[in-house]
């Protein structure tokens, strides 16, 4: 290299540590993605040491192995880490998986299932991770750096269209396979002005591209699509079918969403959640269709048959837990979740209704108390999860509050009780950042629902007690014979906890008199401002029930809070109304009508007039690069002739005819003449040779010879545009 000259040498090395830092940030962007995945399920440190291998191995091999020899090593890696994959999973999953199943859930996830609902998640991110990372580097070492970029952002691909990417993390992967194509631009064709067009182009089509991904359904990113405010509580967790996200403020509707015909008052479930992420939950596994009756719990238990009719169109089978039969046309719909539920397939429309038995978990506090703790095997592996991120604050809090009781039971009631005794009940808070769990217990004085089930389940965890996150009704209002009216407003989300020979026993650690205090001030303002849908029995013809009606059927009205000690699962008092804060699902959401809304709030939102603007700056860059521009404009330019004097006028004439030629065939080269110009030209059916020959002859005799007359001109410029409406097909459509 001491023959290159020093500037020379400079420039490549220069160029070289761009591509780098480029394919540094295009791979730290995929893989902290993946990393995450593994924070949450467990198997971070691993997961950076594969990575780190990958890296060391692409570093070592690229300048002794040929590129077939890397697509091997890189194919090699995959097969292993989707056979250490396969071999991880349950073996209820592996059953599971026929090739139409294979299928569906690869493309699910290009189409927005998140990597975290994969049963092996964290496994599943280990394995994936090294094909991407040796290829890309590999391909660097070699200076290959356009088909870095491609391996690695296949990966980045990946995890946006599963909408496990956020905007940011798309953003600085652009960025980063921008900087190193640009590197290869540089260390080709020198770097300057002179490349500025194409990395504007580059830059701008990536953008575009990153931001399509992310409106893909399911993604995350989204965005391009327009922000739509704050929740209902019916589209905060209810509503989501696989996984919850835990946000701010939210809103109550008082729209009778069902009616449940049931002996016995009881929490109506439609969702579990097994895995807590940090920011929300996620249901994992895969649902298998409902084929017949299903097991009952462990322990003792009574059985319970529940009518449910649809009030609204709804998409859940809501049920006392644990579902064990479903009757009706819904039941060949219905599919059953790993978790024990069963949801449907189809949506329920007013009026059409199910049948559905469940046995009711019936054990004493004695029972509870003395279950020890024999988990089975699958309930400690999904239910004992906590991120590793989880803070030592949180297991320190845990531990404080029932670290010294001596049973899961009584753990469970003194966290129970500490959260109902320590925090307030507010549905307008601000979505903290970070661990919800943590930003709960030390940083927020006030939540809801979701608040309070999610920080319950996290401390029982990290006290070795496996509870999950549970979603659904409360009972609503008994208006007599059995039958209960569940409104929006009655969702709510709850805490499971599993009991050797007894399975889940529900807990409720969110303070009852203040959301029924909330519920009654909604559905009163709801009265008030004449909203529809809020009464039951008004359409056929009976006297709605208005809230101090409730209140007379109810007694107070009031939800009786779980005394310490207690068993939550024995029976409500019947009427108990428990104003919920969760979401009812498959409800839709109103329209902009429904909302008052103006019709130019649909109009584009700014982020998708930004992301348009990036792509006509990029296409006007690419334009510009290809000489697309030049070339439009020159044919622009032949359309029309201004007329002056013949002699201005036959050689603007000849000019129109050379543009005309040179788009079609050549330019005329340096030194040839214009005669033996158009005597090379290949024959065409779209112009007579002939009349080329006289335009140029014209052109001759107004430059070198003696002149021509008005007549000579005007033969040259109607001869001209005749063959530019034959090579330009819409102007001659439009004349």
Request: with cysteine; net charge negative; charged share 20%.
């Amino acid at each position: 290299m001491s023959s290159v000259p020093d500037g020379r040498l400079r420039h490549v090395d220069g160029a070289r540590a761009l591509a780098f830092v480029g394919l540094t940030a295009l791979t730290g962007a995929y893989a902290s993605v993946l990393w995450r995945v593994t924070d949450v399920v467990g198997g971070s440190a691993e997961f950076v040491a594969v990575v780190a291998a990958s890296l060391a191995l692409a570093t070592l091999v690229g300048r002794y192995v040929g590129v077939r020899v890397a697509l091997g090593v890189t194919s090699g890696l995959l097969f292993l880490g989707l056979l250490a994959y396969l071999v991880t999973l349950p073996q209820s999953q592996v059953a599971l998986l026929t090739p139409e199943r294979v299928l569906n859930d690869t493309l699910a996830l290009l189409t927005g299932l998140s990597v975290l609902r994969l049963v092996g998640a964290g496994v599943w991110a280990i394995a994936v991770v090294p094909g991407p990372v040796f290829l890309s580097w590999y391909l660097a070492v070699r200076r290959r750096y356009v088909s870095a970029v491609v391996a690695g952002s296949l990966a980045l691909a990946l995890v946006v269209l599963t909408g496990d990417a956020d905007a940011l993390t798309t953003v600085v992967g652009v960025l980063g396979a921008t900087a190193t194509v640009a590197a290869s631009t540089f260390e080709r064709h020198g770097s300057g002005l002179a490349q500025a067009d194409v990395l504007t182009a580059l830059l701008a089509a990536m953008i575009v591209v990153s931001a399509t991904f992310s409106v893909v359904p399911g993604a995350a990113g989204a965005p391009l699509l327009p922000d739509r405010g704050a929740p209902t509580v019916e589209g905060s967790i209810v509503d989501a079918e696989d996984d919850v996200d835990i946000v701010g403020s939210i809103r109550l509707s008082p729209d009778v969403r069902f009616t449940v015909e049931s002996a016995r008052s009881e929490y109506w479930q439609t969702a579990a959640y097994d895995r807590y992420t940090g920011d929300g939950w996620i249901r994992t596994g895969d649902v298998r269709p409902y084929e017949g009756p299903l097991q009952g719990p462990p322990g003792p238990d009574r059985e319970l048959e529940q009518t449910v009719t649809a009030e609204a169109p709804i998409s859940i089978l809501p049920a006392a837990w644990k579902p064990v039969e479903v009757e009706g046309a819904v039941a060949s719909e219905a599919v059953v979740t790993p978790q024990g539920g069963v949801r449907p397939e189809t949506t329920l429309l007013p009026g059409e209704n199910y049948t559905v038995t469940s046995r009711v978990p019936n054990a004493t506090t004695d029972r509870l108390r003395a279950a020890g703790t024999d988990y089975p095997d699958r309930v400690t592996a999904s239910y004992l999860q906590l991120p590793e991120s989880t803070t030592d604050r949180v297991r320190e809090r845990a531990e404080t509050v029932a670290g010294e009781e001596e049973t899961p039971y009584d753990k469970a009631v003194a966290i129970e009780s500490y959260l109902e005794e320590n925090k307030e009940y507010s549905l307008s808070v601000p979505r903290p950042t970070g661990d919800v769990a943590d930003a709960f217990l030390f940083e927020m004085d006030a939540g809801y629902c979701t608040y309070y089930a999610t920080t319950m389940v996290v401390m029982l965890r990290s006290q070795g007690v496996p509870a999950r996150f549970v979603t659904g009704y409360t009972p609503g209002e008994d208006v007599g014979n059995g039958t209960h009216v569940v409104r929006g407003l009655d969702s709510h989300a709850w805490v499971e906890v599993y009991f050797p020979d007894t399975g889940w026993v529900r807990f409720d650690p969110t303070p009852s008199g203040p959301r029924q205090t909330a519920e009654d001030a909604r559905i009163a303002e709801a009265q008030q401002s004449g909203v529809e849908n809020i009464e039951y029995g008004e359409p056929n013809g009976t006297t709605p029930m208005t809230v101090d009606d409730a209140e007379t059927a109810n007694g107070t009205g009031e939800e009786t809070p779980a005394t310490p000690g207690e068993i939550t699962t024995a029976n409500p008092t019947n009427g108990t109304q428990a104003p919920a804060d969760v979401p009812s699902a498959g409800v839709p959401t109103a329209g902009p009508s429904d909302r008052g809304e103006s019709p130019f709030s649909t109009m584009p939102t700014r982020r998708t007039l930004v992301v348009a603007l990036i792509g006509l700056v990029g296409v006007v860059a690419g334009a510009r690069r290809t000489t697309v521009a030049e070339r439009a404009i020159g044919l622009l330019s032949v359309q029309f002739q201004r007329r002056r004097d013949p002699e201005s006028d036959v050689r603007r004439a000849y000019d129109r005819l050379s543009v005309l030629l040179e788009r079609e065939y050549r330019a005329r080269r340096p030194g040839e003449t214009p005669r033996a110009y158009v005597g090379s030209l290949p024959p065409s059916e779209s112009r007579s040779e002939a009349e080329i020959r006289r335009v140029v002859e014209l052109y001759e005799r107004a430059r070198y010879g003696d002149g021509v007359t008005e007549s000579d001109a005007d033969e040259a410029v109607s001869t001209v545009d005749r063959l530019v409406r034959a090579s330009t097909p819409i102007v001659r459509w439009l004349r």
